[in-house]
């Protein structure tokens, strides 16, 4: 599996605060059964002219660390920005970091208000050659009111990241059912763990939210999340993702009735 939105990088953001903490969270990622992740720290933390040479730099020395620790993970360099209008002209800067040295940006957005220019911010990264993924829009509230917002982006190009830890209730209820929502329409394409910290529920775990994942549209779609689609979008292929299926009535009803009971 790829874990294509992590904060493993030490001591560049809000995520992993130093070597230890970044080592205990690859351990949790390989046992939970990811081998490559992208680190993706927020971009505006990222120090110094030059943020593809910074995170390069980090991502090296963090691998020299992991393999010393005979920790089998492969780290890539990437980043997480927060769109700006001004945005696609750090693309023409050089200033952005895209995901493992693809031409895939991981993009995010408020999640309290939706900017009014943000349609139009990742139409000109996509028109100068950027594949964008956006980053857990089952957490933006404009987006938990109206799927119709994701639809539009998703129609023009836009690949969709849902947290696994939405699934589970770890961002609350309304972020669970639009992550859910978003998943048995075909709105999200890809599963990431977003990960800040080595134990709770901000650890680089995935399994719980696959299994979600799979009573909701099927073994072959939850899989794909984690496995052939981060492959097809780094190698810049089409997804080719499997249709969604839903769970028939009948496990539904069971679902409802075990539910139930077990309250
Ligand atoms: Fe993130």
């Known amino acids: 599996?790829?874990?294509?939105?992590?904060?493993?990088?030490?001591?560049?953001?809000?995520?992993?605060?130093?070597?230890d903490d970044a080592l205990a969270m690859a351990r949790v990622a390989v046992a939970e059964g990811i081998?490559?992740?992208?680190?993706?720290?927020?971009?505006?933390?990222?120090?110094?002219?030059?943020?593809?040479?910074?995170?390069?730099?980090?991502?090296?020395?963090?691998?020299?660390?992991?393999?010393?620790?005979?920790?089998?993970?492969?780290?890539?360099?990437?980043?997480?920005?927060?769109?700006?209008?001004?945005?696609?002209?750090?693309?023409?800067?050089g200033l952005l970091v895209p995901l493992a040295n693809s031409s895939v940006l991981l993009v995010e957005t408020s999640f309290h208000e939706y900017p009014h220019y943000v349609p139009e911010v990742i139409f000109q990264l996509q028109a100068r050659g950027a594949r964008i993924l956006l980053a857990h829009p089952e957490r933006y509230v404009a987006f938990q009111r109206d799927l119709s917002l994701l639809e539009g982006l998703v129609a023009r190009g836009v690949v969709a990241q849902v947290t696994a830890g939405s699934l589970l209730g770890v961002f609350g209820k309304a972020a669970k059912q639009a992550a859910e929502a978003m998943l048995q329409r075909g709105l999200v394409?890809?599963?990431?763990?977003?990960?800040?910290?080595?134990?709770?529920?901000?650890?680089?775990?995935?399994?719980a939210a696959l299994a979600r994942a799979a009573a909701l549209v099927g073994e072959a779609r939850a899989h794909a999340l984690v496995e052939a689609a981060p492959r097809a979008l780094l190698a810049g292929e089409p997804l080719d993702l499997p249709p969604v299926v839903a769970p028939s009535n009948g496990w539904a009803f069971w679902r409802r009735w075990a539910v139930g009971a077990g309250r």
Do not use: Y
């Open 1 to 19: 599996m790829k874990d294509l939105h992590c904060h493993l990088l030490p001591g560049v953001d809000d995520g992993a605060e130093r070597l």
């Open 35 to 93: 081998q490559e992740i992208v680190a993706t720290p927020h971009a505006h933390l990222v120090s110094g002219d030059d943020p593809r040479a910074e995170v390069g730099r980090r991502v090296a020395e963090l691998q020299a660390a992991l393999d010393t620790a005979g920790i089998p993970l492969v780290v890539w360099p990437g980043s997480e920005i927060f769109l700006e209008p001004d945005t696609p002209q750090r693309w023409d800067a």
């Open 189 to 207: 394409h890809l599963l990431a763990t977003d990960a800040h910290r080595p134990v709770g529920n901000r650890a680089p775990a995935v399994q």
